[in-house]
Nanobody, 121 residues
């Protein structure tokens, strides 16, 4: 059983930054972030392997977002820079029961409740 608690969301102006955190309880492996914008389906944002050696990003996140993890604290961090209004949405932390890299939603078995990110223009 894995429990995930996100934090760090909020309201920020375009061009600003936010850092999301996801604190996990239980043994964790690959971790990821997904988001769901208004009227949109939930989509992949980024993922990081258990060791932290491998990361994957959606094209929309590349060059702006950085995903990292601290296994000693069982926490992953999503640093989001140069935020745009289209980044607005609920951001979900998720866990996948594998050491390797996965990005598909159906490959993640535990999900957090989500944290709201709103980017104003």
């Amino acid at each position: 059983q894995v429990q995930l608690v996100e934090s760090g969301g909020g309201l920020v102006q375009a061009g600003g930054s936010l850092r999301l955190s996801c604190a996990a309880s239980g043994r964790t492996y690959t971790m990821g972030w997904f988001r769901q914008g208004p009227g949109n389906e939930r989509e992949f944002v980024a993922a990081i392997s258990w060791s932290g050696d491998s990361t994957a990003y959606a094209d929309s996140a590349k060059g702006r977002f950085t995903l990292s993890r601290d296994n000693a604290k069982n926490t992953v961090y999503l640093q989001m820079n140069s935020l745009k209004p289209e980044d607005t949405g609920v951001y979900y932390c998720a866990h996948a029961p594998t050491y390797g890299m996965v990005t598909g939603q159906d490959q993640f078995d535990y999900w957090g409740q989500g944290t709201q990110v709103t980017v104003s223009s």
